[in-house]
């Protein structure tokens, strides 16, 4: 079965600090990629999705991720990082299982403390 | 398009009694998820649908919880009796191809 790793559970940044959260997925298949942000008491939201092409994508709010093959990993990234960045963000693998169907599989997530 | 629809927000019961929530995808999307957030266990997958048809509730914790999709449109989650361990945000999503859409969540507490 497919999981997901994420290696920071806890990250403080002052605010114009540079970001980069960890995510390594184990399956060796095709895999679709995601990070989701949740902000305080809100749901999930999408950030940013990896399904093929160019693995350097961006997403909202200057987030961008590189999907590195090689290391079965997704990392994201943010060059300056806001007290509105504060969230827990999840990377997620998605597969498609014996059974043909989609099921996506969730990090357990990182929080991020930005100081003013 | 309204999102993922969940109700209730807030659900304050006592221990024993029975709790329903429940869940309207989005129009199309073909997969249904319930999950459960924690402090402590971060998101849990509990079951998924797929066309309606449970694929995989290995993560439901105990027989105390069942859940249901009648249709495209709706699906609930049960737990009889509920316990004050339940207490979490649950969370329902639908997906197509491109990703989840999560709904606002339920909050469960129990007391």
Redesign the interface.
């Known amino acids: 079965a497919q999981s997901v790793s994420q290696h920071n559970h806890h990250v403080i940044l002052s605010e114009a600090a540079s970001l980069e959260l960890g995510c390594n997925y184990s399956y060796g298949g095709t895999v679709?990629l995601?990070w989701?942000v949740q902000y305080p008491g809100?749901?999930?939201?999408?950030l940013l999705?990896y399904?093929s092409g160019d693995p350097l994508v961006k997403g909202i709010k200057g987030f961008e991720a590189e999907f590195i093959k090689s290391k079965f990993s997704f990392n994201l990234r943010k060059p300056s990082v806001q007290w509105s960045d504060t969230a827990e963000y999840?990377c997620?693998v998605?597969v498609r299982n014996s059974?043909g169907?989609?099921?996506?599989?969730?990090g357990?997530?990182t929080k991020l403390q930005v100081i003013p | 398009d309204a999102g993922v629809i969940q109700s209730p927000r807030h659900e304050v019961t006592e221990m024993g009694q029975e709790v329903t929530l429940r869940c309207k995808p989005i129009s199309g999307h073909n997969?249904l998820?319930w999950y459960r957030q924690t402090m402590m266990r971060?998101?849990e997958?509990l079951i998924?649908f797929?066309n309606n048809v449970p694929?995989?509730d290995s993560g439901m914790p105990e027989d105390r919880f069942s859940a249901k999709m009648p249709n495209a449109s709706f699906s609930t989650l049960k737990i009889q009796p509920s316990e004050p361990r339940d207490s979490a945000v649950y969370?329902c999503?639908s997906?197509s191809?491109?990703?989840?859409?999560?709904?606002?969540?339920t909050r469960l507490t129990v007391v």
Do not use: E, P
């Open positions: 679709n995601f989701y809100q749901h999930l939201q999408l999705k399904f999840f997620a998605n059974g169907y989609q099921k996506v599989t969730f357990i997530g | 997969s998820f971060g998101l997958l998924y797929n694929i995989d969370f999503a997906s191809y491109y990703g989840y859409t999560f709904g606002s969540g």
